[in-house]
């Protein structure tokens, strides 16, 4: 079974600091993917990779980054955390972005408190 | 813009009954159509992909149409179980390798014993 596996169930942090979310799939998966889950909004997409070193804005990028040095691990990066941005996060991978390939495989996400 | 709606109210099913959920989008036409569920703090698990040139597909008391004259799907689970409770979202995919996938905000789906 594919496993996704995020660093952290559930962060607090302050207003103002950098946060990392780390996520690391153990499926040899090309594509990575950060999403957002908000009540009434469903998942909206952040970043996605498609490559190690490659990465694609989603549809909210603003106020975040991302990092992937290696296949399996993904980073979500928050350079300057504001309360907006309190939400879970979800991390998924897919083997290919190939349509009925595109079949996403998510972490157990990280809820975000920002205070 | 393209946009995916499901019912946005819960869903409240007496056990053994069939359980319909409905995903309608506008502004897309997708190539294939995915429904994931999900579990209270836990991200969404895969169930089945449908595609544009099929009607109907079934896994076990799981059933989905596609049509996309009205452009709906209708996700259905036979004889639901109290553990079939949880949050359902549709997802449209495009059919280039470019294309992003599009989550609908999901329909909570409860069975009463």
């Known amino acids: 079974d594919v496993k996704v596996t995020q660093s952290s169930r559930y962060l607090v942090k302050r207003t103002g600091e950098k946060v990392f979310l780390e996520c690391v799939q153990d499926?040899?998966?090309?594509?990575m993917f950060w999403y957002r889950q908000d009540p009434g909004l469903g998942l909206r997409l952040i970043y996605f990779?498609?490559?190690?070193?490659?990465?694609e804005k989603g549809d909210i990028p603003e106020g975040y980054s991302v990092s992937r040095e290696k296949k399996e691990r993904f980073s979500l990066i928050l350079e300057s955390a504001s309360t907006n941005q309190t939400s879970m996060y979800l991390c998924a991978s897919s083997r290919s972005r190939e349509g009925a390939k595109n079949i996403q495989y998510f972490g157990a996400g990280t809820r975000l408190s920002v205070l | 813009s393209q946009k995916i709606e499901q019912n946005s109210e819960a869903l409240n099913i007496q056990e053994g009954k069939t359980a319909t959920l409905t995903c309608n989008y506008t502004n897309y036409s997708p190539a294939y159509l995915q429904w994931y569920r999900q579990d209270p703090g836990r991200g969404p698990v895969f169930l089945l992909l449908i595609r544009e040139n099929e009607k109907e597909k079934r896994k076990e008391r799981l059933k989905v149409t596609f049509d996309t004259t009205l452009k709906q799907s209708l996700f259905h689970i036979t004889a639901s179980q109290p553990a079939d409770s949880a949050t359902y979202l549709c997802?449209?995919?495009?059919?280039?390798?470019?294309?992003?996938?599009?989550f609908g905000s999901g329909t909570r789906l409860s069975i009463r014993p």
């Open positions: 997802a449209l995919v495009g059919g280039s390798s470019a294309s992003k996938i599009i």
């Open positions: 499926m040899d998966h090309e594509n």
């Open positions: 990779s498609y490559d190690v070193k490659m990465k």
